[in-house]
């Protein structure tokens, strides 16, 4: 691929990613963005208007930046992206690999992931233990913990895009 069809793809990419962050209401309350994401599936499954709630339109909207962020990572192939293959070719770093520390590095993928693929429904018995895993840190993490790990994220491909020589807008 010629590569300013490439820095086009990965400043349009970048602009979606941010139209998307400046969409995060700003109404949220500090009790919910305490809530786990497993907390907020469940209140969910039990509530008919969820999709009114500000929570529910923040995570909307920060899963769709997570996807174009995700895409970029997987065109520029950085230390993110692939440190998040090795983890899901290899299953050995386990639990260990999902610490805090990690969610500033990686959040858009596990959030890409989830939405983007159904394992759990796969044949493959590590692939659903993968799916399984994967899940459950997900679900663990709380939505302030997702919101800084997600601004960590944007200003990693940030930089290093600029040191691609790829000129974008300042995210934040």
Not at 16 to 21: G, N, Q, R, S, T
Not at 99 to 121: F, M, S
Not at 155 to 164: K, T
Request: neutral net charge; aromatic residues 12%; glycine residues 2%.
């Amino acid at each position: 691929m010629c590569l300013k069809m490439e820095a086009r793809e990965i400043k349009q990419l970048w602009y979606a990613a941010k139209l998307y962050y400046f969409l995060l209401p700003k109404d949220v309350d500090k009790s919910e963005m305490a809530k786990t994401v497993g907390q907020w599936s469940k209140e969910c499954e039990s509530a008919n208007d969820f999709h009114t709630k500000p929570l529910f339109v923040y995570s909307c909207h920060l899963a769709s930046c997570a996807i174009r962020l995700y895409s970029i990572d997987e065109k520029i192939n950085n230390r993110r992206y692939e440190d998040y293959k090795d983890w899901w070719k290899n299953k050995q770093k386990g639990q260990k690999f999902f610490t805090a520390k990690n969610t500033g590095r990686i959040i858009h993928c596990v959030l890409r992931n989830l939405i983007a693929h159904d394992e759990e429904k796969s044949k493959d018995n590590q692939n659903k233990r993968s799916y399984k895993e994967l899940q459950d840190y997900y679900h663990s993490l709380h939505f302030h913990e997702l919101h800084q790990g997600m601004l960590e994220v944007i200003e990693s491909i940030e930089l290093d895009l600029r040191s691609d020589g790829i000129v974008v807008d300042t995210f934040l």
